[in-house]
C-alpha cells in the first residue's frame, strides 16, 4: 500500500467518523427537542386540569348555593324527590355517547358527550331554573339548570346562549345550541347531572 492510498484511506475514516459524530448530534438535538416539547405538552396538560378542578370547585358553589336558596323556598323552584333511575330526565340531544360518565387519565369526566352538529337546538332534559350561564375555560360557554332543592342539570361547549340567568324554562324547551367552545376536540354536548353541586352519572336519570 503506497503511502497516498494509505493517507486517502485515513481521510475517508476520518470522514465518515465525523459524518457519524455529526449523525449522533442531530439525533441528541431532536431527542432534546422531542423532550422538550413533551415537557412543555405536560405543563399545558397540568395547568388545564388544574383550569378546570377550578372551574368545577366555582361550578359545585354556585349549585350548592342554588340547591340551598330552593329548599329555603327563595329560588322559585319546588323541591321535590330525586328518582334515581327513573328516566325522568330526557336527552337534551339526539346522538349517540361518545364518552360516558367516569374517571379517564387520572380525572372524573364528569358528564357524558353527545356529538351533534354546530348550532343544534339544546332542550331542557327538566323543567327548572337557569343558575348558571357563563363562558368557562374548559367546558366553553356553560348552563346549568336547578330542577329541585338537589337536582341540577348542565350543558358545555355550546355555540351560543338562548336564555338568561333566572329564567324559568320547561322541560324540553329549547335554551341554548351545540358548539365547540373550550377544551374540545369536535362539536358535541357535555351534558351534566349533579345532586348537590357534585356530578353524578347522567344515565341514571335519563
Known sequence: VT????????????GQLVDR?????????????????????RIVVEE????LEKEQAKIQATLAAAAQSAGAGGGGVPA???????????????????????FRWG????GIDIPAPIGTPIRAADSGKVV??????????YTCIQHNASLSTCYGHQSRFGTSVGASV??????GF????????????HFETRVGGRPVDPMGYL
Open 3 to 14: 503511502i497516498l492510498a494509505r493517507r486517502d484511506e485515513v481521510a475517508a475514516i476520518r
Open 21 to 41: 459524530r455529526d449523525s449522533y448530534a442531530a439525533v441528541r438535538a431532536d431527542k432534546k427537542q422531542s423532550l422538550v416539547a413533551v415537557r412543555s405538552s
Open 48 to 51: 388545564d386540569l388544574e383550569e
Open 80 to 102: 321535590g324527590p330525586i328518582k334515581r333511575g327513573s328516566g325522568s330526565l330526557i336527552f337534551p340531544v339526539s346522538g349517540s355517547i361518545s364518552s360516558p360518565f367516569g
Open 107 to 110: 380525572r372524573l369526566h364528569a
Open 132 to 141: 348558571l350561564m357563563a363562558p368557562t375555560g374548559g367546558y366553553g360557554n
Open 170 to 175: 320547561t322541560k324540553g324547551q329549547v335554551f
Open 178 to 189: 351545540v358548539g365547540n367552545t373550550g377544551h374540545s376536540t369536535g362539536p358535541h354536548l
